[in-house]
């Protein structure tokens, strides 16, 4: 049903939204009743997600800031200033109109881009653990491909807009992006960074196939794309030991599968209810990255198996209201709202999941983080900004309705 909303809604409409029709706090819904301005599940989603992610922040980076720092709350300290940047640029970009956004789109990827190259010069780029992931400019450090997958998202509902028919029915129309998509692929593969090029490329096409791309056609690529994905991940001697690692990480749990075995403890240990807030044994120097890429395992040996579904919970309500958002956008024939909205969807959908499996020991060692939730200024900024950018498309949809509701009511 999804997928034949959004063909049905692929349609070049030309909708752009009126600033001035969403000033007020309220609009009315088809019986003249107050509807809330804004997705209010959807905040309150995000919010606790935030807020949770700042708790177990604080609780699982405690003991390494303290021995690297000297100072326990280090990074927590850090975490509310991101969440606090997040929030705030979440506000500017909530009041930033659709269309603009559309029109931006091009130049968000090419400033992407260049920003990925400029990853790979010296001097530019940081390194850390052997991969260049992060630009360094003065006091700041940014992960440019947290940003890149927006900008990715953005310009991909505006070029499903304009050559939505081409997309759909002709081979060349559906290669065109995937080019863009190999281009950033292959820069973020040169940092190494395999994790954000595998959610760049899924994210681009979960977007085309409900784009409308003809699903013999969409099949077909995924054979290449499958021996791709395959052939880097052997090619690499350090990806294949992440590989092999995953595969039986207590063959050698003191050595390459010694990250995997300590989240398996982590995730034991939690049991039910968890051993308590701040309890953890396990993010005392025995789990890496305990408070980026293996926060959940810290949650779940805190928190328990209770604490552990409630927050699979929160970011599947996330993912369904990104996906509820894109499909009345695609309804009301916003097409360029409706595929921004399932591509954040999609995005946050897969890289979770990815996080999630991570911890679990039920997909190999990627360098990803839990969105909303993990320390890390750049995953914050953009997934707030993703989160605005949703409540954007919902608010243009209120407005639309309430524009259409008048209308009825004055020409009774």
Not at 66 to 90: F, K, N, S, T
Not at 166 to 192: I, K, N, Q
Not at 245 to 250: D, E, K, L
Not at 316 to 329: C, E, H, K, P, Q
Request: hydrophobic share 50%; charged share 15%; aromatic share 10%.
């Amino acid at each position: 049903m999804m997928h034949a909303t959004t063909m049905s809604a692929g349609k070049r409409l030309g909708y752009k939204s009126s600033p001035s029709s969403t000033r007020g706090k309220i609009s009315k819904g088809r019986a003249g009743m107050a509807v809330p301005r804004y997705d209010m599940t959807l905040i309150l989603t995000a919010l606790t997600l935030l807020g949770l992610g700042v708790v177990m922040v604080g609780s699982a980076s405690i003991s390494i800031a303290d021995r690297q720092m000297g100072e326990p709350l280090y990074y927590l300290i850090r975490q509310v200033i991101y969440v606090g940047l997040g929030l705030g640029l979440a506000y500017v970009a909530l009041r930033i109109p659709l269309h603009v956004w559309e029109r931006s789109g091009p130049i968000l990827l090419i400033g992407g881009v260049l920003l990925l190259l400029l990853v790979l010069v010296p001097g530019f780029g940081r390194n850390v653990n052997g991969s260049t992931r992060w630009l360094v400019i003065g006091p700041i450090s940014l992960q440019v491909s947290e940003m890149v997958k927006l900008a990715l998202i953005i310009y991909l509902g505006g070029y499903l807009l304009r050559h939505g028919e081409a997309v759909r029915t002709t081979v060349s129309g559906f290669l065109r992006p995937l080019s863009v998509v190999g281009l950033l692929g292959l820069l973020c593969l040169m940092e190494p960074d395999f994790g954000a090029a595998v959610v760049l490329t899924a994210t681009a096409m979960g977007m085309l196939f409900l784009g409308g791309v003809r699903l013999w056609l969409f099949g077909l690529l995924m054979i290449p794309a499958f021996t791709l994905a395959a052939f880097l991940a052997i090619s690499s001697p350090y990806r294949l030991e992440r590989l092999t690692a995953f595969m039986n990480p207590w063959a050698d749990p003191f050595n390459s599968g010694f990250q995997l075995t300590q989240a398996l403890i982590a995730f034991g240990r939690g049991e039910w209810f968890g051993v308590g807030l701040g309890g953890s044994i396990q993010k005392l120097f025995y789990l890496p990255e305990a408070h980026t890429d293996f926060l959940f395992a810290v949650l779940a040996e805190e928190l328990g198996l209770v604490g552990g579904v409630t927050v699979i919970l929160l970011f599947a309500l996330l993912v369904w209201r990104a996906f509820a958002i894109g499909r009345r956008a695609a309804q009301a024939g916003m097409v360029f709202g409706s595929h921004v909205a399932y591509g954040i969807g999609l995005w946050l959908g897969f890289q979770t999941f990815i996080n999630l499996g991570v911890n679990m020991g039920v997909l190999p060692t990627k360098g990803l983080t839990l969105p909303l939730m993990s320390y890390g200024g750049s995953s914050i900024l953009a997934t707030c900004l993703a989160v605005a950018l949703l409540l954007r498309v919902d608010l243009e949809i209120r407005a639309k309705h309430g524009s259409a509701g008048k209308r009825r009511r004055a020409a009774r």
